[in-house]
């Protein structure tokens, strides 16, 4: 990305741990994002474009009785966990894929629970099964998961989600 093609009020997602915040400007050769009211610092390799844009939606009278713009979330919920799917990995940050690609379905998996996504698609390959164990182990601590079935010839696992 190009620090050069940002406005302020760009929204950007961090790729490594998945927060979202917007571009608040420039501080030296450093993008500043403001994520839950904090400064944060980043360099433009480390953030890419949220899937959450605001779009010419509906406006909604708020309490207030204002009228505002409803968000309007783009958020695709199938991931593919093939290094070659995923942006940011690099190798001498992550001696070990296996951890990346982990980190990275959480972030997801995380994501689509913020947003109170109902199905999610990890495609994990079919290989030796060395990820596929990580990523139904790395599943089982989400209580919102409730099932998980085996899709693609046992190459990807669709999920199922559930919210109180």
Partial sequence: MKEEELWV???????????VGTFEGMHRD???????????YFRSHQ???????????????????????????NFDPV?????DNLSGFDSSRWPYPLDFQKQQCRNFVEKAISLQIRELTIIHGIGEG??????????????EVVELREASH???VKVLLAYN
Avoid: N, Y
């Fill in 47 to 73: 953030v890419r474009l949220a899937a959450i844009q605001f779009v010419d939606a509906p406006l909604v009278e708020s309490k207030s009785s204002e009228k505002v713009k409803m968000p309007t979330i």
């Fill in 79 to 83: 991931i593919d966990l093939h290094l």
């Fill in 154 to 156: 046992s190459g990807a």
């Fill in 30 to 40: 450093l993008l500043m994002i403001k994520i839950d009211e904090k400064i944060q």
């Fill in 130 to 143: 060395v990820l596929q164990s990580a990523i139904w182990h790395l599943l089982e601590e989400f209580s």
């Fill in 9 to 19: 009020g760009d929204m950007l997602e961090v790729i490594v741990s998945g927060e």
